[in-house]
């Protein structure tokens, strides 16, 4: 449940930034964050990222990370 938690909050701090489409993946301890892929540009500004990783960070995850392929549905059924 604590997993759950930690992405909804990460989830709605990166909609509070101006991302209404985004899904965070949780991997021990490590956030994939999907945007749409026209959202990419923008989620990567310098300024933007901070402030993308401080929420994250905040909602417990320690490390962040932006997938290069965008917003899949599905995304976290690729690996099996």
């Given amino acids: 449940m ?3 938690h930690r992405v909804e909050a990460a989830e709605e701090a990166i909609r509070a930034l101006g991302f209404p489409v985004v899904r965070v993946r949780a ?3 490590i956030a994939r964050i999907e945007v749409p892929k026209e959202d990419l540009p923008r ?3 310098p300024a933007v990222a901070v402030k993308v ?3 994250v ?3 417990g995850f320690v490390y ?3 997938d290069l ?3 899949r549905s599905g995304s976290m ?4």
């Fill in 27 to 29: 991997h021990e301890g």
């Fill in 2 to 4: 604590d997993k759950l």
């Fill in 69 to 71: 392929l965008g917003y």
């Fill in 77 to 80: 059924n690729e690996g099996l």
């Fill in 57 to 59: 960070r905040e909602a």
């Fill in 53 to 55: 990783a401080r929420a």
């Fill in 43 to 45: 989620i990567v500004e």
């Fill in 64 to 66: 962040v990370t932006i």
